[in-house]
């Protein structure tokens, strides 16, 4: 179960990643991320945040 979540979270990443480099262009990038989405059906999607790469935490200084 858990390992379609991870499976998903670093598929996420590496299109980050590629969209960083210029590799793929933003709507390239939301296609493939709902495609992600249909494949590994993640157990965390309901909270997913979507259109926004990364989890939509921000981390405050300690």
Request: net charge negative; hydrophobic share 35%.
């Amino acid at each position: 179960m858990l390992e379609n979540e991870v499976d998903y979270r670093l598929a996420k990443m590496l299109l980050g990643c590629l969209y960083h480099d210029g590799l793929l262009t933003e709507k390239q990038m939301q296609k493939v991320w709902d495609k992600l989405l249909e494949y590994y059906h993640p157990p965390f999607q309901s909270v997913e945040v979507r259109k926004e790469i990364g989890d939509g935490v921000t981390v405050g200084e300690r």
